[in-house]
């Protein structure tokens, strides 16, 4: 190397030895991710509910807000929120899950499930989920004169499927709907799963201000109530006046034991000639007896729009 060259070189160093490298910049930290809203209010089935239709099946409907039915439904929807604690801040401490069934099918359960579910989305306070967790005779679409759709057993079998994809909502009653989905060989299976219990918290807890009601099979006909009755906050057990055997309820009461929070309801009890569908509501139960007005003493069954399931 020539000394010209080896000169040029020796002060290119120089010069970048005196040169002050500046400091590092940082990169603005990127602002977190806004949360996703809830399921229902992002991509939830729109649906329409027909008032026309409530009234035909002789339900809870918004323009009959002072029928024997309502003023009924509003006192149990009360002693129910008594029981629960629906507003709470923290999620972890919030108890709003309810479930319905019955000792032997036929007694009501789905047409209580349907009217307590309507009764709360007429108080503004409440959001509400029905689910229709009766995947042996599914009724709430049926009853609302909605087409089969997939739900519940869907959502358990295909990990993939996103819940907004199968809740039908109606944003003005503010009531979401979880149909039962398609047929599975063994509902009590997939209702006992780790992914059960994470679906209905997450589903629970997705709404500050939401109840959720599992409309479930009878008791004595599946297993599924049973595991069901481990993950809400309260059972609610039909029982048809004059029609449901002492010892199918007390059957069912010892297979619902474990669950502290069971409470009977006297359904199709008639007072005189005028038919009523919720006779009485009673805030528990002891076990070997069962009454409060005096089960199977209230005179005739059900009134014209009965429900069956």
């Not at 009217?115 to 009724?139: G, K, Q, T, Y």
């Not at 959502?155 to 819940?163: A, F, K, Q, V």
Request: glycine share 8%; with cysteine; net charge negative.
């Amino acid at each position: 190397m020539d000394l010209i060259h080896r000169a040029v070189q020796q002060s290119s160093a120089a010069r970048r030895g005196n040169i002050v490298e500046p400091p590092a910049v940082e990169p603005a930290p990127r602002p977190a991710p806004a949360a996703p809203p809830p399921w229902e209010a992002r991509e939830a089935v729109e649906i329409a509910i027909d008032p026309a239709r409530l009234r035909e099946m002789g339900m809870i409907n918004p323009g009959d807000r002072r029928s024997r039915l309502a003023e009924e439904m509003r006192l149990l929807k009360r002693r129910l929120i008594q029981k629960l604690n629906p507003l709470e801040a923290e999620a972890e401490g919030r108890t709003n899950l309810v479930m319905v069934t019955s000792a032997v099918p036929g007694e009501g359960k789905s047409f209580i499930s349907l009217n307590l579910a309507l009764s709360f989305v007429a108080d503004e306070h409440f959001d509400v989920l029905l689910i229709d967790a009766d995947a042996m005779r599914p009724s709430i679409l049926r009853m609302l004169g909605l087409p089969p759709s997939r739900g519940l057993s869907d959502l358990l079998l295909e990990p993939g499927l996103d819940p907004s994809e199968v809740l039908l909502r109606d944003q003005r009653m503010r009531l979401t709907i979880l149909p039962s989905g398609g047929e599975v060989p063994s509902a009590t299976d997939l209702y006992s799963s780790p992914a059960m219990k994470e679906l209905i918290d997450r589903l629970a807890r997705s709404q500050r201000n939401r109840i959720v009601i599992l409309d479930a099979p009878p008791v004595l006909a599946t297993t599924e109530p049973v595991v069901l009755s481990h993950i809400v906050d309260q059972v609610l057990l039909v029982v048809e006046a004059n029609r449901t055997a002492h010892s199918q309820v007390q059957h069912a009461l010892d297979l619902l034991e474990p669950c502290d929070n069971v409470n009977l309801i006297l359904n199709k009890s008639a007072a005189g000639k005028t038919s009523e569908h919720l006779g009485s509501y009673y805030s528990g139960y002891e076990k070997g007896r069962y009454g409060g007005r005096g089960y199977g003493k209230s005179g005739g069954s059900a009134g014209a729009a009965e429900e069956k399931a």
